[in-house]
């Protein structure tokens, strides 16, 4: 009888459903572990680097701060020069300022970008902007007046070596 009615309602669409067919079942609720399939992934807010004067002792903790922004927004970036130019908005005084300006001097005056890869970028970067010798800022460290605990922490303390 069901398949009698079935070949009525799609011969007539106008006619009422079946009345003994069952409802369609209704769609499981997504669960908490399961984004909806429309769902877009939301990225974290992520900061940018702070500001760069080319003092020696913040070198490593800039150039940390870039890689590890450019890595965790890589589509963000078109290719390598765009890497290099978005560091370089953050030379904004001192020494910094000074290399930057260089840098486009020469790309001004040979009309080709002076540093082709962020690698080397980063070679650059460690050259001019990293301590020159590490051991002797450590040995002068542990001569000068910082060199004792005081009223830090013994974490505290051991983080500035």
Excluded at 113 to 128: A, C, K, N, V
Aim: overall charge negative; proline content about 11%.
């Amino acid at each position: 009888m069901q398949l009698q009615q079935l070949t009525q309602l799609v011969a007539n669409p106008s006619l009422p459903a079946i009345p003994n067919s069952p409802p369609p079942p209704a769609p499981s609720p997504p669960t908490s572990l399961s984004p909806a399939p429309t769902a877009r992934r939301t990225r974290p807010k992520l900061s940018a680097p702070p500001d760069f004067s080319g003092e020696r002792h913040h070198g490593r903790v800039f150039l940390n701060s870039c890689s590890l922004y450019i890595h965790l927004a890589l589509e963000q970036f078109y290719d390598e020069q765009e890497k290099i130019l978005w560091a370089l908005t953050f030379f904004k005084d001192g020494r910094a300022a000074k290399w930057s300006e260089n840098v486009f001097c020469q790309e001004a005056d040979t009309g080709v970008f002076p540093i082709p890869t962020w690698g080397d970028f980063e070679q650059q970067f460690r050259l001019h902007f990293f301590p020159v010798n590490a051991e002797a800022d450590t040995i002068s460290t542990l001569e000068g007046t910082f060199y004792h605990q005081g009223g830090r922490t013994v974490d505290n303390y051991l983080d500035n070596f």
